[in-house]
């Protein structure tokens, strides 16, 4: 099938974006990489009368860090995030997903503010977003402000963003001190969705105790998830085996997974508690070594 018909914008600067969105409203409909929007529309599962294309917008580009802090443009693909050695050395969770993101053609063409804005549950990072803390930066002719990851995803394909507004950029905290991180994901085959997955984050005092932790879970809900009481419960402890066994039973417990073709609801929720103690089991030994 093809795309209903619509209008093209490519703005060569974010006040020119902001002013199309703030024209058009919902008649617009902001085109990052086009990964996911452009199947959708060729599918017409989704239509719009206008397209605005960002993908040339200078200011949305890059990677930097500031402090405590890494800030990646929206605009920037995938393939810069995986590969740049900033987010490699301080939010290395982002690099460790990048690689199970679809194919390579994917990663070339998709950008992370893209998969943000998207917000599609069973995605990589939007789930680090949540679990990490991070800050949207959302923009628009009205002026700019700040989203909770935690707060920016409502449902699936649903955000806190308003109908003129455009993800500028994403803020994620830098972790320091003895820290582990590790991805895990089920997919049937490499580049499809994944049916569950888990992103998890320590950080370990010197006798071993964990003093920090972060589990973020994905594709078992309508939005990625933060496991608040697992993390709650590892804190203060140097555990063993099977105590990471129950805190992923914890952390999948408190899901409610969509039950479709592909699996179940119960064997969601079983292969993500399998997801998170993995993840946690390898952040610990990491975060050990």
């Known amino acids: ?21 703030a024209e ?13 929007l452009v199947p959708m529309l060729s599918l017409r599962l989704a239509a719009f009368p206008c397209l605005v294309d960002i993908g040339r917008v200078p200011e949305l580009q890059g990677v930097h860090r500031d402090d405590g802090t890494l800030t990646v443009g929206a605009a920037t693909v995938d393939r810069v995030v995986g590969s740049d050695q900033e987010v ?38 939007p789930a680090v977003a949540v679990a990490l803390d991070a800050e949207i930066e959302a923009a628009s002719s009205r002026g700019t402000r700040t989203i909770a990851a935690g707060d920016f995803f409502q449902g699936t394909w649903t955000t806190a963003l308003e109908v003129d507004e455009v993800v500028t950029a994403v803020r994620f905290p830098v972790w320091s001190g003895r820290c582990g991180f590790a991805v895990e994901e ?3 085959r490499h580049g499809d969705f994944a049916l569950a997955g888990a992103v998890c984050a320590v950080e370990l005092s010197e006798s071993a105790e964990v003093r920090r932790c972060a589990i ?9 998830l933060r496991a608040q009481e697992a993390e709650a419960t590892l804190v203060g402890r140097a555990p063993s085996a099977g105590d990471l066994v129950e805190v992923a039973r914890l952390a999948a417990d408190g899901t409610d997974p969509p039950a479709d073709l592909h699996a179940s609801s119960r064997y969601r929720r079983r292969l993500g508690a399998e997801m998170v103690r993995r993840a946690l089991s390898r952040a610990i030994e990491e975060a050990k070594a």
């Open 1 to 21: 099938m093809k795309p209903a018909p619509f209008d093209y914008r490519a703005p060569g600067s974010l006040a020119e974006v902001l002013s199309v969105l």
């Open 24 to 36: 058009l409203g919902d008649d617009a409909k902001v085109l990052a990489g086009g990964q996911s």
């Open 88 to 125: 490699v050395t301080s939010v290395p969770l982002l690099a460790r997903v990048t690689p199970l993101i679809g194919h390579f053609q994917i990663r070339n063409r998709g950008t992370l503010g893209g998969s943000i804005a998207h917000a599609d549950p069973a995605a990589e990072y």
């Open 186 to 188: 089920f997919a049937r």
């Open 216 to 224: 973020g879970l994905f594709g078992l809900g309508s939005t990625p």
